[in-house]
């Protein structure tokens, strides 16, 4: 199980080496709001070109809100349900 967790990671990061305009449709939604690799990956660089609008730039930085209300939710919850695996 593991290895395939090591490649799917592997997967993602091989796709994060194209620009965001390659994909269409729900892979590039996808890529952007579900795995945010497209944001992680294209908009440093973007920004750096300066080929990214205020709105492209607000939009990043929603979506990055959402991740971290979303992982802060769920990081008590993985606590409270954290057993070692030394028991």
Not at 42 to 62: E, I
Request: charge should be positive; avoid cysteine; aromatic fraction near 14%.
């Amino acid at each position: 199980r593991i290895e395939a967790l090591y490649y799917l990671f592997l997967d993602f990061f091989m796709i994060s080496q194209y620009p965001a305009y390659i994909f269409k449709g729900a892979v590039r939604s996808a890529f952007t709001l579900i795995v945010p690799v497209a944001v992680v990956a294209n908009m440093p660089a973007l920004v750096l070109l300066g080929t990214v609008s205020l709105n492209g730039v607000a939009s990043a930085m929603a979506v990055t809100a959402v991740f971290l209300v979303l992982g802060r939710a769920f990081w008590p919850l993985s606590l409270r349900r954290y057993s070692s695996a030394s028991r």
